[in-house]
Structure formats: C-alpha cells, structure tokens
C-alpha cells in the first residue's frame, strides 16, 4: 500500500519525499515498480541522478548533472535528464547575486602591466596564476578571502581568510599556493590592481620567488575574469548565506575547496573533469 500511494503521487511530489514520508526507500519503491510489470526505464538513472545531485550538495543543473550520468555509463541526453530532474523536483543552483567591491585601485603605487592579456585557456603556454579579493559574511561581521588559482587547472591552489584586510592577506594566500606547488618558478602572477597586490611588500615576495607580475587595467573585471568567476561559484553554491559564526564560515569554506571544488566539482573548461584530476592528468602527460 505505501509503494501504491507513492506511485500514484509521484506526479505532484517528488519521489524522494514522498518515500520519505511513507518510510520506504527509493530504491525499493522502483524495486516494487518492477515486481508490479510496470518497469521504470529510467529507474536506476533516477537513482543515480539523485546520487549525483546529493554528491554536488545540491548545485549541479542540468548541463554538470548530464556530464555525472554519462560519466557513470548512462546514455542519456540533455532532454531526458531534463525531464528527469522536472519529475524528480531536482533544480540546480542559479546565477546572480551581488558581490561587494573589495579594490581599492585609487593609490599611487606602482601598478604592473597586464601580461596576460586575457590568455585564460586552460590550454595556455603560459604558466599563470589569478589571484583576487571577496566579501564573505557572517552574524559577526566580514571576513575577507583572498584565493589564487591556476589558469591551466582552475584549482584552488592557495587562500587566506581574515577578520581584516591587512597588506598580508593576499601575501598569507600566495604563499600558501607556493609551498604546496613544491616552490614553482617564472609564473605570471595576475590580479587587479588593489592596494594590496601594489604594495612593496608583496611585490617584493613575488620577485623573491621569481614570479612576473601582471594586472588588469583598471575597473575592467574581464581582465580578471577567471577568479571572478570562482567567486561567484563559491558565491552561488556555499557561501549564498550568511554564516552564524566566523568559525563556521571558515570550516565552511575549506570544506568546500578542498572537499569538494578542487576535488569533485566538474569544471566546463576542463571537459567536465575536476581540477584535481585535470592536474593530474597533466603530470601523466609531462612524465
């Protein structure tokens, strides 16, 4: 009787809540749809599209979730997963959202010419990191992050997260991202052109480190564009909130570059691959 009922509900709420409510399981409700003659087609994709979708924390939409099927041996296309994820209540995540400024550009220290030149190709020659500034809130006021990002991996490969802004904080991130890159050198390094990446003292920690340094020109975001876009991925998948405390802001968001963006999250510009493991792939290639 309860499999009956969610059968015949199925079409006004989801499968899943409404098996929840029964307190059955999924997997047996589709189990039972195939004792009864009344086989699912789709059954086992459901499943896995929940999985999938669950995995994400709930942000993939259709374009990432299509990618996931077929990566786990399902031939399905852009249509039917869209059908799907109507009949199973299942949206992703969607754009928008407002992000502070956090460029302060109107100083007179020197600023570097832009030597990226907007070469964001993951299939770029050109060794280069991003690095940029954001906003992130909480019931106990801002903190500040600051990430820097391979142009040829998208990983994150190094952040620093602060109850201010001091000249340090873009520093703390860069050096992060050095010592776990095992000490690369002649990379160019871009941002805009905040005080901070200005400053002497980070410049001179670049030039220690034999890094160019590159800036966009100034209040031109597509100069920056890939770390733009990062933040407003973190911004629309984790941190779309605000956090209750700093502390839970910060467990929240290493959880979510290390746990998940770097690691699992599919990335369009490297075919629907993770960042971890496009680098990966690459030191296969190199050896």
Not at 27 to 42: A, C, E, N, T, V
Not at 139 to 145: A, D, R, T
Not at 272 to 279: D, I, V
Request: aromatic share 10%; hydrophobic share 40%.
């Amino acid at each position: 009787m309860r499999y009956a009922f969610v059968a015949e509900e199925r079409a006004q709420f989801p499968v899943r809540l409404l098996c929840r409510v029964m307190g059955v399981s999924v997997s047996g409700f589709y189990d039972y749809q195939h004792r009864q003659g009344r086989p699912d087609p789709d059954a086992q994709i459901r499943i896995d599209l929940h999985k999938v979708y669950a995995a994400s924390r709930k942000t993939y939409g259709r374009p990432r979730l299509v990618e996931a099927l077929r990566q786990q041996a399902h031939a399905v296309g852009h249509k039917r997963v869209d059908r799907l994820m109507h009949e199973e209540h299942i949206q992703g995540r969607s754009k928008g959202g407002f992000r502070p400024c956090t460029t302060d550009s109107h100083h007179a220290l020197p600023v570097a010419s832009n030597l990226l030149g907007r070469q964001f190709s993951v299939q770029s020659s050109t060794p280069a990191w991003v690095s940029d500034i954001t906003y992130i809130a909480t019931k106990e006021g801002w903190l500040y992050l600051a990430v820097v990002l391979s142009i040829q991996t998208r990983q994150v490969l190094g952040y620093s997260l602060a109850d201010r802004m001091p000249d340090d904080l873009v520093e703390r991130a860069f050096m992060n991202a050095w010592n776990a890159c095992l000490g690369v050198y002649g990379v160019i390094f871009h941002s805009d052109q905040g005080r901070q990446y200005a400053s002497s003292r980070f410049r001179l920690a670049l030039a220690k480190k034999g890094f160019a340094q590159s800036m966009s020109r100034r209040g031109n975001c597509w100069d920056n564009v890939v770390a733009e876009s990062f933040f407003a991925t973190l911004k629309r998948e984790e941190a779309c909130a605000v956090y209750p405390t700093k502390k839970q802001a910060h467990l929240a968001i290493a959880s979510y570059i290390h746990g998940f963006y770097n690691s699992c999250r599919l990335h369009s510009a490297l075919g629907y691959r993770s960042p971890n493991e496009y680098a990966k792939g690459l030191r296969q290639l190199a050896l």
